[in-house]
C-alpha cells in the first residue's frame, strides 16, 4: 500500500500566520494518464471530515482562496496563507492514484 | 442540498455482523458513489471501500475479505456489512459521496461502533 507521510504532526500557528504542511508518498501518484489524485481534508474537533483540496491543487466548493494545494510526483503542500481561528483541526493529504485509497497520518494545527 | 446520515447499531459483540446504513439526499447513487470510511478513536482515518454510480464496487484489501458494500437506489440508501467482528473494528464509520476526480466532497456525521464483549 502507498504510505503518505505528513510533516509536522503538530504545527502551532498565531492567527494571520502563513503554514504549510508536507505530504510525501512512498510512490510516484502520477498515473499513466498524467493525472494525480493527491487530496486534502480537513476535520475540525469534534467533525467529520471536509474536502479542501482536490487534484493536487482545485479549492472543492465553499473553500476560502486562503487555502491552495502544490506538488507533483511524491512531494506535495497545503498552503494556508493567514490562519483564521476555524481552521484549527487536523489536516489529512489522501491519494486515489494507487488502491487501496490511502490518507496520511495527520496534521494538527493549533494555536500558538 | 446534499446530506448523507449513517444509521446502525453502536454496540456489537465480537464475531458478530455490523450492518450500517448510509442515507443520502441532494444526489443520485446513479450519478454518484458512494464511499466508506472509518476512524478508530483518537486516531486517524482509513478508506474501507467504494461503491460507484454505475454499482461496481472497490474495497481495501486489509477488509476485503469481511466487507460487503451494496445499495437500494430507490431508497437512496447505501450498506455496509461487515462480517467477523473484533474490538479492532471500534471507531467512527463515516459514509462519503465519492467521485473519480472530486474525491470525497461530503460526509456524513459519523456513525460510532463499539466492538465488546
Known amino acids: 500500500d502507498v504510505v503518505l507521510t505528513q510533516t509536522p504532526s503538530t504545527l502551532s500557528a498565531t492567527i494571520g500566520q502563513s503554514v504549510s504542511i508536507s505530504c510525501r508518498s512512498s510512490?510516484?501518484?502520477?498515473?499513466?494518464?498524467?493525472?494525480?489524485?493527491l487530496y486534502w481534508y480537513l476535520q475540525r474537533p469534534g467533525q467529520s471530515p471536509q474536502l479542501l483540496i482536490y487534484?493536487?491543487?482545485n479549492l472543492g466548493s465553499g473553500v476560502p482562496n486562503r487555502f491552495s494545494g502544490s506538488g507533483s510526483g511524491t512531494d506535495f503542500t497545503l498552503k494556508i496563507s493567514g490562519v483564521e481561528a476555524e481552521d484549527l483541526g487536523v489536516y489529512y493529504c489522501?491519494?486515489?492514484?494507487?488502491?487501496?485509497?490511502?490518507f496520511g497520518g495527520g496534521t494538527k494545527l493549533e494555536l500558538k | 442540498q446534499v446530506q448523507l446520515e449513517e444509521s446502525g447499531p453502536g454496540l456489537m459483540q465480537p464475531s458478530e455482523t455490523l450492518s450500517l446504513t448510509c442515507t443520502v439526499s441532494?444526489?443520485?447513487?446513479?450519478?454518484?458513489?458512494v464511499g466508506w470510511v472509518r476512524q478508530p478513536l483518537g486516531k486517524g482515518l482509513v478508506w474501507m471501500g467504494t461503491?460507484?454510480?454505475?454499482?461496481?464496487?472497490n474495497y481495501n484489501s486489509a477488509v476485503q475479505s469481511r466487507l460487503s458494500i451494496s445499495r437500494d437506489t430507490s431508497k437512496s440508501q447505501v450498506f455496509l456489512k461487515m462480517n467477523s467482528l473484533q474490538p479492532e473494528d471500534t471507531g467512527t464509520y463515516y459514509c462519503?459521496?465519492?467521485?473519480?476526480?472530486?474525491?470525497?466532497?461530503?460526509w456524513g456525521q459519523g456513525a460510532s461502533v463499539t466492538v465488546s464483549s
Open positions: 462519503a459521496r465519492h467521485g473519480w476526480e472530486q474525491g470525497m466532497d461530503a
Open positions: 441532494g444526489f443520485s447513487l446513479t450519478s454518484n458513489g
Open positions: 461503491i460507484w454510480a454505475g454499482g461496481s464496487t
Open positions: 510512490q510516484s501518484l502520477l498515473d499513466s494518464a498524467g493525472n494525480t489524485y
Open positions: 487534484l493536487v491543487s
Open positions: 489522501m491519494q486515489a492514484t494507487h488502491a487501496p485509497w490511502t
